[in-house]
């Protein structure tokens, strides 16, 4: 699930752009706010560059945080080659995450919250 803050009502188009031509589809993505997930989650990521000192709703209170900071190629200005860098250097780096994410002993890792939490911290400074 993916929800933020200050949502603007829709996803950038750039990003529909980049995720389709990775192969991604993006058919019923919009941009939401996080107190309209259909579900509280296990585990909340903040990934925007300044998301790390926003306060979480309180109903979130029980999830395991991390921050893995990224900047928003939304603001980025420049040349239409500068722009869609910007967007590159974010899904690459957060698709790296992911990845490492996706390759932990989750099955392990569930039971161990610290461990878990250390372990989303770590990935989340890792740069691919």
């Not at 860098?85 to 890792?109: K, V």
Request: aromatic share 6%; proline share 6%.
């Amino acid at each position: 699930m993916s929800a933020g803050s200050k949502p603007t009502g829709k996803v950038h188009p750039r990003s529909i752009a980049l995720l389709n031509g990775e192969g991604i589809s993006t058919e019923g993505y919009y941009s939401k706010s996080w107190n309209d997930l259909p579900a509280t989650p296990d585990i909340v990521l903040s990934v925007c560059g300044n998301a790390a000192n926003e306060t979480c709703p309180t109903y979130l209170g029980s999830a395991i945080r991390s921050h893995w900071g990224v900047e928003d190629p939304a603001h980025v200005e420049g040349s239409e080659e500068e722009i869609t860098a910007a967007f590159m250097t974010a899904y690459r780096i957060l698709r790296y995450r992911i990845e490492q994410l996706l390759a932990l002993p989750l099955d392990e890792l569930q039971h161990d919250r610290e461990h878990l939490k250390t372990e989303l911290d770590r990935i989340g400074n890792l740069l691919p």
